[in-house]
Nanobody, 121 residues
Framework: QVQVVESGGGLVQAGGSLRLSCAASGISSSMSMLDMGWHRQAPGKQRELVASINSGGTTNYADSVKGRFTISRDNAKNTVFLQMNSLKPDDTAVYYC?????????????WGQGTQVTVSS
C-alpha cells in the first residue's frame, strides 16, 4: 500500500524559511513514479498547486511562489522537497504532498495528510 508522508511544517516569521519533505513508500515493482508535487489549501480557499516536478526534473511553479520556493526530488528515495524562502503571511496554509504513479498503464494519485505552515507577520 502506497503511503505519502510529509514533514517539516511549522510556525515562522515573515521573511523566514522552511523546508518541507515528503516520502512515498510501499511502491511495488509494478509501479513507476511519475511527477511529485506540493499543493496547499488556506482556510476558506480552494486547494491550489504550489510546485511540481517530473521524473526528468522539469519543474512547474505557481506564479505566487516563483523565485521564492524551490522544489527538488530524490528519485532513488521517492522523496520530494520544497524549500520555501522569503515566506509571507499569504503562504499560510496546509501543504499537501502529491505523488503520481503509473501501474499497468493506469495513472494513480496519492496524497499525504498535510502539514501546517503558518507565517506570522
Amino acid at each position: 500500500q502506497v503511503q505519502v508522508v510529509e514533514s517539516g511544517g511549522g510556525l515562522v516569521q515573515a521573511g523566514g524559511s522552511l523546508r518541507l519533505s515528503c516520502a512515498a513508500s510501499g511502491i511495488s515493482s509494478s509501479m513507476s513514479m511519475l511527477d511529485m508535487g506540493w499543493h496547499r489549501q488556506a482556510p476558506g480557499k480552494q486547494r491550489e498547486l504550489v510546485a511540481s516536478i517530473n521524473s526528468g526534473g522539469t519543474t512547474n511553479y505557481a506564479d505566487s511562489v516563483k523565485g521564492r520556493f524551490t522544489i527538488s526530488r530524490d528519485n532513488a528515495k521517492n522523496t520530494v522537497f520544497l524549500q520555501m524562502n522569503s515566506l509571507k503571511p499569504d503562504d499560510t496554509a496546509v501543504y499537501y504532498c502529491l505523488a503520481n504513479l503509473r501501474q499497468f498503464l493506469r495513472r494513480q494519485t496519492y496524497w499525504g495528510q498535510g502539514t501546517q505552515v503558518t507565517v506570522s507577520s
